[in-house]
């Protein structure tokens, strides 16, 4: 199998982003399986610096192992994208033509690699690219279709209806999905029957420890309490969390406590300001001693295609609850038998107080979210899967 180019807006080994762990963990595991791999990219750093800025020198490195070459980014006209931007983000839909065409134009873009792609592509035997709505990929696919993956990461939001994707996305040869949901809904909105589409999941580093007393001895938290984990901002949806909450503590007088870990800030309604542990970003030790200490992991997010921190909190031992609208973590909730779901907050206080008052069904919940991520996204398994689906569309 000739070697596989990875394409991404940017690539860093530190830098955060879903997409961007998940396609750093999946080229390292490959490249150690023996892969003969690539990531193209662009010189800029991360999604929140200037697009217009090449952090990174044009060229050829090697990153952990790992070999990256990077183009020069196009200057771009960053106010007329985001009059239309704007737009996608309050779901202000359809977009006209001529506004798809300036999204499309005026986000990251690299003449450059495209260039590479189209001049180079009988060296590779696939180019795979994640995430999809970025000018990486949507360029990036047009100039070598017929070899063209992509990893989507769709969420059921409004950049997935525009009608640019709806002409380009069906003529790719493969595409790859993290979950069922995810798969479901791109086959609602394009027409996919030309294309090779696999489920494949995303890759979980297993090989974890946790000690819960260490997290209560260290953070001074005695009490029973609820974890989020993640980014702290409206885009995941923490306000329903916080202000259901404040509800909950309102209605019932126990001394559960909410624990959050995770960068980003929020406003605290006054009842509940001593009821609240915001720790802020936490070492990676630290954040494994929390899901272990926690009594459950709540994730409120609707926008989920995969969710890592789910799965870390069932590898150490304790189940989830997660929103109902989230077509993915739902999935995963009933899928594993490790999660309980809610769509309002009479559903949220009942699946608290059960998991409160059932300690051993809480228990063997957790230990099937661990059976769970075991069999389906260990990182031997996702290599297994991944490398068995690139040799097949080489070779047809």
Known sequence: MKKIGFVIPWFGMNIPGGA?????????????????????????????????????????????????????????????????????????MPLTEAEEKIFAEEMINSPDLYDYIGEHKEEYGLFVFTPYMFGTTYYGIQRCLEKAVLIPCFHNESYVYMEIFKKIFPKVAGMIFYAQPEAELAKRVYDLSKVNMAVLGGGVYTDITYDSGRFRKKYHIDEPFILYAGRKDVGKNIYTLIHNFAEYKARNHNDLKLVLIGGGTVTLP????????????????????????????????????????????????????????????????????????????????????????????????????????????????IVEKYTAYFEALCNK
């Open 20 to 92: 961007e762990a998940a396609l750093r963990g999946l080229t390292k595991h490959l490249a150690e399986s023996g892969m003969e791999l690539e990531i193209l990219s662009t010189c800029v750093k991360e999604f929140l610096a200037d697009w217009n800025d090449n952090y990174h020198k044009p060229g050829l490195t090697v990153e952990g192992g790992i070999t990256i070459r990077r183009f020069p980014v196009r200057k771009r006209d960053a106010e007329a994208f985001h009059k239309v931007n704007i737009k996608l983000m309050r779901n202000q």
């Open 270 to 381: 006054e009842a509940i300001e001593k009821e609240v542990y915001d720790l802020g970003f936490v070492d990676l030790q630290d954040k494994f001693d929390a899901y272990a200490a926690a009594h459950l992991l709540c994730q409120p997010s609707k926008n989920e295609s995969f969710s890592l921190v789910i799965m870390e909190s069932w590898l150490c031992g304790r189940p989830a609850l997660v929103h109902e609208e989230c077509a993915v973590t739902s999935h995963f909730a009933r899928q594993s038998g490790a999660g309980l779901y809610f769509g309002n907050y009479f559903e949220f206080e009942g699946a608290v107080n059960y998991l409160l008052k059932n300690d051993g069904t809480a228990a063997e919940m957790g230990k099937l979210g661990r059976e769970f991520v075991m069999s389906h996204f260990a990182w031997d398994v």
